[in-house]
């Protein structure tokens, strides 16, 4: 795998990823606008599977050298990484979206209604009441999500916060 995470870090690839990137985009410039006889327009030419085809099919003999290269593994903790600082900023977005909204007594009286209460868990009614009454200052991330989503469940039904 090519070590994404690395150039990233260093804003810049090293002198031997650049000439491997010059010699591949060379041959590539090469056979892309060198099209065999009948197909003089070139944009049309490179829309053609035979253009393709020729391209995969150029031999490129590169040496990488270790430092642009990471393996499976590595590449795997960085995924897993990723998906949990991106799981963080989503729990800290939706956080601070719950402390900053002021109108969650409207929620309160929207869901109060006897057509819809019955439609909310009680555990859920129960979170919203404590943090209408001041009773939850600052929701945990657990807290948090369940008011945006009944924040979000009373828009998707027409709730218009005025």
């Known amino acids: 795998f090519l070590n994404f995470s690395r150039i990233w870090d260093e804003q810049k690839i090293s ?20 099209p065999p006889e ?10 053609k599977k035979l253009c393709w085809d020729n391209i995969k099919n150029i031999e490129l003999n590169l040496e990488f050298d270790d430092e ?15 998906r949990k600082d991106k799981k963080l900023d989503d729990e800290i977005e939706v956080q601070s979206f719950v402390v900053k909204f002021k ?38 991330v657990k807290q948090s999500k369940i008011l945006y989503e009944l924040y979000e469940n009373a828009k998707k039904e027409g709730f218009i916060i005025a």
Not at 17 to 31: G, Q, R
Not at 38 to 47: E, P, R
Not at 113 to 128: A, T
Request: glycine share 4%; with cysteine; hydrophobic share 35%.
């Open 68 to 82: 642009n290269l990471s393996n499976a593994e590595e590449e795997k903790y960085i995924k897993k990484e990723a």
């Open 38 to 47: 009948g197909n003089a327009n070139i944009g049309q030419w490179c829309k």
């Open 15 to 34: 002198n031997n990823l650049e000439n491997i990137i010059s010699i591949v985009a060379s041959k590539i410039y090469t056979s892309i606008t060198n």
């Open 103 to 140: 109108d969650w007594d409207k929620i309160l009286k929207y869901y109060e209604k006897d057509e819809i209460r019955h439609q909310i868990p009680m555990k859920q009614m129960n979170i919203l009441e404590k943090v209408v009454n001041g009773y939850i200052a600052l929701p945990s």
